[in-house]
């Protein structure tokens, strides 16, 4: 196995615009009111690793650059707001001028193999700016180009795919819907499987708009006064980090659940376990109030009733809220958490989804409460991590970064073990507090051991 490298070397060629590969509608759509509130009026950068550009069945010697641009270009036909630019209407209403522009890509080559880059192939991901190029004024919310993408090849044959996307257009399924698309047309397809759909509508304020149920993840509270995320911490004296748990780990964490809740999925296991663990870690003071936030998929079977047809990538999300107070959460068995998670996330219903961009119309469309907040997301089902361009699946594919949010991805780790990564952004006193709580919380259980990262 090669050496892990510090750093490398990218070069990057001038980026260009890549518009549809063919003619497209001029018009303006309205986003949702779930698109376009503030908590996501920002760009998730997504990133995949493919071993090797030749041989194997794939396109031989083709340059995957080029294919995938050329795939792009076409994908864009099917999904051409994406090509447009966003527009600020009364009301703070985001609408997209599908003005054909096209999205920014980058054609790039680093001197490094894909074994030399080591463990690092998830958050955090130490080279994220070199394989993902931030080029000056293509941030913005408004009137910038909604999707960045840039392939670099490696000296190994191997290349890199990441993509920063607006995430007013799309969440993390949306997203894999639109990269899943790209990998068909590479591969030769005509069209795409799943025919994008757009029908914002569907998830628009009703007439008159009226909040019908109570929604906690949008009122205001005050930042906790000491020991939470709101203190200002210098960056050099964060840590980002991913915490790896195996089959056996989980396991270990379900035998320490009350058996009426040992058929809970591997996320809300997981999440609860976490959440008691990193709020032991800040140590709020007992009397704070905590939050565990999670985002429900209204595309699931239950929500049936909304509507939302196959191919709809805009956000299809609701999120769910956990609330309590840290001596609660910390003094209590860790099935407390776990039942508090259930019972939040049976709460979001049809009518609680439908109430939501009521809420954003009415309240000026606010940004969920982040003071004293765990949010997290189960990212290991988007679909990225099938995207074969015609070289195979990827080593890893899914988001690129844990900071705001923290993700539960599906990976592989050096000893060839499938499991949860969920990486975490925290003061480095606490990173090392919030490893130790969570030790001690899987030696509970006598059996319990940890699977390395």
Known sequence: METPVAGFTVRRRKPELVPPAGPTPHEFKRLSDIDD??????????????????????????????????????????????????????????????????????????????????????????????????????????????????????LCGGFIVATRLNHTMADGSGHGQLMLAVSELARGAAAPSVFPVWARELLEARNPPRITCFHREYEHTRPPDSGGEAVAVPPEDMEHRSFFFGRKDIATLRRLMPPNLRDSSTFEILTACLWRCRTAAINPGADKEVRAMFTVNARSK????????????????????????????????????????????????????????????????????????YLVSDATRTGLENVDYGWGRPLYGGPAYGRVASFHLAVRNREGEDGIAVPHYLPRSTMSRFAMELEKLIKEEPRGRRSPL
């Open 302 to 373: 239950r929500y049936a009733a909304l509507g939302l047809p196959p191919g709809y990538y805009g956000n299809a999300i609701a999120y769910a809220v956990a609330i309590t107070t840290a001596g609660e959460l910390c003094t209590r068995p860790v099935g407390y958490a776990l039942e508090l998670l259930r019972k939040v996330k049976a709460e979001v219903s049809d009518e609680y989804i439908r109430s939501v961009p009521d809420l954003m119309v009415l309240r000026g469309r606010p940004h969920y409460v982040t003071a004293g907040a």
């Open 37 to 154: 509130q503030d908590g996501l009026r920002s760009f998730v950068p997504i990133i995949q690793y493919y071993p090797t550009s030749g041989g194997g069945g794939g396109k031989g010697d083709r340059d995957p650059v080029e294919v995938i641009r050329d795939a792009l270009a076409r994908a864009l036909v099917f999904y051409y707001p994406l090509a447009g630019r966003l527009r600020e209407a009364a009301g703070r209403k985001l609408v997209v001028e599908c003005t054909g522009e096209g999205v920014i890509f980058v054609e790039a080559d680093a001197d490094v193999r894909l074994e030399q880059l080591g463990n690092a192939l998830h958050p955090p991901i130490p080279f994220l700016s070199e394989v993902l190029h931030n080029i000056p004024g293509s941030d913005g919310i408004l009137h910038c180009p909604l999707l960045l993408m840039q392939v670099t090849r490696l």
